[in-house]
């Protein structure tokens, strides 16, 4: 039975520079207890089609089209029935759980809140709702508290009773998003609309909310739309899945025909971007161009002009939307064209650096995958070897070095307090051994709160280690403050969030400028520099004049990236650099490091929490946990046998478009730093902990030239082989249970 | 725990403004025995009654010696004879205090009651006439002198229209003029500072995120974004504090308040020190006590500055 139909819906906004078609002739259905997935990269006019379905869109405005609800147009009533709507019959979850929270109000109330609307919508009084005595009404308070309790239980935060009283702030980012649905739930409503809802989140924490919601339809029959950017999200939950562009859907159909048959060009591009455990290291297929800041809204194909099997007729008519199969439409003028391109080999991308025929994994083609490498000293790599520090002949030195790396903070943040015996330490990193050979990429992955980017800023000297050293070209240096000028020009470094990175009131030419500046360049030596990074990065010369508000994400990474290299570095730290990106802008990104690494020989050590991208990098990779690093080893080893169950269970999460198992999940939150548990650290979560892991800390066991630091490293790790011979394809093992052990 | 560590560092402040209070007479020029007898005598002392009266006050001991002996008696309630009335400076006080923690705190709640709906609203209705308007009376209320104001105010409402009294203590009458006179000003910086954190809140997550439960406007501005705004402008109002401090001065004067702006002032014309000693480490003490007041207004409003512990 149809819940909600979105009927040729125009949402616009009116600025400065003339309107904005955010939404522009958009058309959806979903049904009762149906998950349904909007897909497109940023600025295709998803998130304000969600908001103009609650009716948060202002000041955007609603210029035409229906949104019908449950037999209620709600373009057509008045503000205040409107209002009436939101909560209660239609929720929403936002995509940063830690900002949609009110951070001054605990989440009990926050959920408490939620409830009295649903009871009683129309009577909303401030008095009551500030909790002022004697007006507010106490005991339905404290009632709707109790409540909320029941729901935190039901929503899967462990201990409600001692959650509820919690500040957002206190709270993981994955609890804080269970709070969210808490709080949508609370108003039962028969739609929930989630915006982004994993994309802030870790993957172990993603696969658990993603579960939630699958639940969460099927049990209370509640229609489900889940809006994201990554293919991977929405195949793992939802029955139907609708692509956007240019405020148009584009295609939509059941999830398994639009991931089989895939039939619009953008469809295609999206899906090809994606990362796969069988790509290897080739080069990524990408999209051509980027979304337009607005579209014209003229007639025509809105991806007319990135598409590569466009024509005259796709700029200047509607493409009408045909139907291709069961519940499959789509609209696009060469659809016979884009077949033709179809052979089994070809997964058909638009963009012209696809490689024909995206090869399927085959142990075999691991070498001759690999990029050609000038000193070939990654095939050596490749062949197992242990990535235990102080290396051996055949891979030269270690470029750079951290020997028995630890960090502590004090939490206590003053003499009186620390006067007063508050001797609390918080172990960011905890006696960690990393070297980094050159030429090779050193890929770093482990959930938030694992301790990888204080790593970095130690081996960057961006913070200085407790205790350990860290060494560059085998001497020992401090931190940026100590370090010579030339050992500072050898390292890059490149951070998540290039809005936050990068100074905003300077213009790009001035950003990528200034580390020449420090280094005593004259003009015309930054100027003609600056020409040949922007060139690099793969810019056009005139963003040089831009200031940072006027690119993209993607665009400013590029710069950020730029900045990174300008003093040829000959070691680049990545911290998580495609995180904040959409999919296909992920894809030109990674290709972008690629090509830089093999034209200028740099040494990269990439830094994630999303296994794909380390995986799609780096020779070999070191996984991280609470500090200290569980399992190192060869790439692909690492994610084909993991040694290490804290691995396995990582693998385990990633959202894949090509499993429909129900696979395991992580229990619970990371621990905090300060009171590390004993033994092995991961025990608390460990599928397969015995007694002896809460006593007795792991050694490391070499197991097929991989580092793990598991008592049980030799079981996990064949366990996926056996895993790994029956399915090729299938990258991830499952984590070994306590009966087959 | 974290009482007592604010009351340590709030102790170490205090201090600090004792040796600086105490200081003064030293920091004034001429022998202070001499300027004290002739005060006193109304003539040139003579070289022993300046001699015997240093021995009998203490001028003689080392600096340090009379520093202690002074804190020690001001702890306890003593802090010396006025010069002038040979009245105790406690006494003084105690007398004149109550006149201008009345002020203080009529004007501050008139400028709160002004400022923060007007704030409110402006941003709310960002960019509109009613933001416009409140935009140009803050302008105004800035700019204008609050002595100046005072007097324009007694001369339209007390000798004008008649409806309030034109100056002196008595009941809440009294109080009006002068409490709008010196919260003018403040309501004028605090509104705009209202309407900036206003503006800056509005548009965060969390204001859709309570539209999207469906809550009403009223409740999602003046609970959810309000208290949010409200932090940055709390630290402002405990330092505007010292400003309504410094203005009661003025205003005291002009409108005729036997409070310690007018103790104060006639202190200073007539070189009373132990009575300037008293007013300004009186006023050290209010204003170190009101922004102990603000760190705890602090953590209500906003849960994730630590009181004390851990900051994570």
Not at chain 1, 153 to 165: F, H, L, M, T
Not at chain 1, 289 to 298: A, C, K, L, Q, S
Not at chain 2, 108 to 136: C, E, K, N, Y
Not at chain 2, 194 to 218: F, H, N, P, Q
Request: proline letters at 6%.
């Amino acid at each position: 039975m149809t819940l909600l139909t979105v009927d040729n819906l125009h949402t616009r906004f009116e600025t400065n520079d003339g309107v904005v078609r955010a939404v522009d002739g958009a058309s959806l259905t979903i049904d009762r207890g149906e998950i349904v997935g909007l897909v497109g990269e940023s600025g295709s006019g998803k998130s304000v089609l969600a908001r103009s379905i609650v009716g948060l869109h202002s000041p955007g405005r609603i210029v035409e089209g229906a949104i019908d609800f449950d037999g209620v147009d709600l373009t057509d009533v008045s503000a205040s029935t409107r209002e009436r709507y939101r909560g209660t019959d239609i929720a929403m979850v936002f995509q940063d759980p830690t900002a949609t929270l009110n951070p001054v109000f605990d989440v009990g109330e926050q959920i408490a809140e939620s409830l009295r609307v649903h009871d009683d919508s129309s009577g909303q009084s401030l008095l009551d709702f500030c909790h002022v005595p004697l007006v507010s009404d106490r005991s339905r308070w404290r009632r709707h508290r109790e409540r909320a309790i029941e729901l935190m239980d039901q929503v899967g935060i462990a201990d409600p009773e001692d959650r509820v009283d919690a500040y957002p702030h206190e709270l993981s980012g994955g609890m804080c998003q269970r709070a969210m649905l808490a709080i949508a739930l609370a108003g039962d409503p028969d739609l929930l609309i989630a915006d982004e809802p994993t994309t802030a989140l870790d993957t172990t924490t993603q696969a658990r909310i993603l579960d939630q919601l699958r639940e969460l339809a099927a049990e209370t029959d509640t229609a489900v739309l889940v809006i994201s950017h990554d293919f991977g999200v929405v195949a793992d939950c939802c029955d139907r899945v609708a692509v956007m562009y240019g405020g148009e859907i584009v295609e939509r159909g059941p999830t398994d025909r639009l991931l089989e048959s895939p039939e619009h060009p953008y469809t295609r591009g999206l899906l090809s971007c994606l990362l796969r455990a069988d790509d290897g290291r080739d080069r990524l297929p990408t999209i051509d161009g980027t979304v337009p800041e607005r579209f014209d809204g003229g007639p025509g194909c809105p991806f007319a002009s990135r598409c590569s099997y466009g024509t005259d007729d796709c700029e200047r008519r509607d493409p009408a939307v045909r139907t291709v199969g069961p519940d499959h439409e789509v609209a696009c003028h060469e659809l016979e064209a884009v077949r033709a391109d179809d052979s089994p080999a070809a997964a058909g991308s638009p963009s012209e650096s696809t490689p024909p025929g995206r090869p399927r994994a085959d142990p075999s083609e691991s070498v001759t995958r690999d990029r050609a490498r000038a000193d070939g000293s990654r095939t050596i790599d490749a062949r197992g070897r242990s990535g235990s520090a102080g290396g051996s002949a055949d891979r030269g030195d270690p470029i750079l070095e951290a020997r028995g790396v630890t960090r502590t903070y004090d939490l206590a943040d003053s003499a009186i307090q620390r006067a007063f015996g508050d001797s609390r330490t918080l172990r960011a990193v905890d006696g960690v051994n990393l070297a980094v050979y050159p030429g090779e990429t050193v890929g770093l992955v482990g959930e938030s709160a694992s301790g990888k980017s204080t790593l970095a800023k130690l081996l960057t000297g961006l913070e200085a280690p407790s205790t350990g050293e860290v060494r560059f070209d085998g001497e020992p240096v401090g931190t940026v403050a100590d370090r010579t000028a030339d050992q500072l020009a050898d390292v890059g470094v490149v951070f998540q969030n290039p809005q936050g990175s990068i100074n905003p009131r300077q213009r790009v030419r001035e950003t990528i400028a200034e580390p020449l500046l420090e280094r005593g360049w004259d003009s015309e030596c930054r100027r003609e520099r600056v020409r040949e990074l922007l060139d690099l990065v793969g810019l056009a010369e005139r963003y040089g004049s831009r200031r940072p508000h006027q690119l993209s994400g993607g665009q400013l990474q590029r710069v950020a990236i730029a900045r990174a290299i300008a003093l040829e570095p000959r070691v680049v730290v990545f911290d998580e650099p495609v995180s904040a990106l959409d999919v296909s802008v992920r894809a030109q990104l990674l290709n972008l490091l690629a090509d830089l690494q093999r034209r200028l020989g740099l040494t990269y050590l990439v830094i994630s929490h999303d296994l794909d991208v380390v995986r799609h990098v780096a020779d070999r990779v070191a996984v991280m946990y609470l500090g200290e690093i569980v399992e190192r080893g060869p790439a692909e080893r690492v994610f084909d046998r993991p040694s290490h169950p804290y691995t396995a269970a990582l693998l385990e999460a990633v959202p894949r478009i090509d499993d429909g198992t129900d696979a395991t999940r992580l229990e619970g939150p990371i621990p905090s730093g300060v009171d590390v548990p004993s033994g092995c650290r991961f025990h608390p979560r460990c599928p397969i902990a015995e007694p002896v892991c809460e006593t007795d800390e792991p050694d490391s066991v070499a197991v097929g030239g991989v580092d793990s630091h598991c008592h049980f490293a030799q079981q996990v790790a064949s366990r996926g082989v056996t895993e790994d011979s029956e399915s090729p394809r299938d990258q991830s093992p499952d984590p070994p249970d306590t009966t087959t052990r | 725990m974290y009482l007592l560590y604010r009351s340590l560092t709030a102790t170490v402040v205090l201090l600090g403004a004792s040796v600086l209070t105490f200081g003064l007479v030293y920091l004034t020029p001429g022998d202070s025995a001499e300027t004290i007898l002739i005060q006193q005598t109304g003539h040139q002392p003579s070289q022993e009654a300046v001699e015997s009266f240093r021995e009998e006050e203490g001028l003689n001991e080392p600096i340090p010696v009379q520093f202690v002996d002074w804190l020690g008696s001001a702890l306890q309630g003593d802090l010396g004879q006025s010069y002038y009335s040979n009245r105790a400076v406690t006494e003084l006080l105690v007398q004149h205090l109550p006149a201008t923690i009345e002020l203080a705190v009529a004007s501050m709640a008139v400028a709160l009651l002004v400022a923060i709906p007007t704030g409110v609203a402006s941003a709310v209705h960002h960019g509109s006439s009613i933001d416009a308007g409140s935009q140009l009376v803050a302008l105004v209320g800035v700019s204008m002198p609050n002595f100046w104001l005072g007097y324009l105010l007694i001369i339209v409402f007390a000798l004008t229209l008649d409806l309030f009294p034109v100056a002196g203590t008595g009941g809440l009458s009294h109080l009006v003029l002068p409490a709008i006179a010196l919260g003018t000003g403040m309501a004028a910086i605090v509104m705009r500072l209202v309407r900036t954190s206003m503006l800056e809140v509005i548009d965060r997550e969390y204001v859709d995120g309570a539209r999207a439960k469906g809550l009403r406007g009223r409740i999602v501005v003046y609970k959810h974004a309000l208290r949010n705004a409200l932090i940055p402008v709390v630290t402002v109002i405990g330092l505007q504090f010292a400003f309504v401090l410094n203005g009661a001065v003025v205003i005291e004067v002009v409108f005729q308040r036997p409070g310690l702006g007018t103790l104060l002032v006639d202190a200073i014309f007539a070189r009373d020190y132990p009575v300037v000693q008293g007013v300004v480490l009186v006023i050290a003490v209010l204003f170190v006590v009101t922004n102990f007041l603000v760190d705890l207004t602090y953590h209500y409003l906003d849960p994730r500055i630590s009181l004390g512990g851990g900051t994570r």
